[in-house]
Nanobody, 127 residues
């Protein structure tokens, strides 16, 4: 069973930065399409960014030009660099993996497209 463990969350003031990491075990990152999702209280889980084996990325409009997704095949990790954070970025952030490295079976921003999930890491941005 693929295991995903997120880290790097915390509390930061608006305009600050955080870097989230996702350690992957029992799977090879290069064989999966990887993504970051977030869920705020009372809201649906939404796609933040995704990256496939060719390095092709997708971002939600709300985070474009502020967040950067990357993966390190050698370390078997996924990262999300978050800059210029806003209070509306406050949420639980989840790492996700889909078993096809290049093509997804559904929209990249839909949680149902991914098979494996981490437990999440909390990000809180204060104004």
């Amino acid at each position: 069973q693929v295991q995903l463990v997120e880290s790097g969350g915390g509390s930061v003031q608006a305009g600050g930065s955080l870097r989230l990491s996702c350690a992957v075990s029992r799977a090879t990152v290069s064989n999966y399409c990887m993504g970051w999702f977030r869920q705020a209280p009372g809201k649906e889980r939404e796609g933040v960014a995704t990256i496939n084996s060719d390095g092709i990325t997708n971002y939600a409009n709300s985070v474009k030009d502020r967040f950067t997704i990357s993966k390190d095949n050698a370390k078997n990790t996924l990262s999300l660099q978050m800059d210029s954070l806003k209070p509306e970025d406050t949420a639980m952030y989840y790492c996700a993996a889909a078993p096809n490295a290049r093509y997804l079976r559904g929209p990249w921003y839909k949680a149902s497209t991914y098979d494996y999930w981490g437990q999440g890491t909390q990000v809180t941005v204060s104004s």
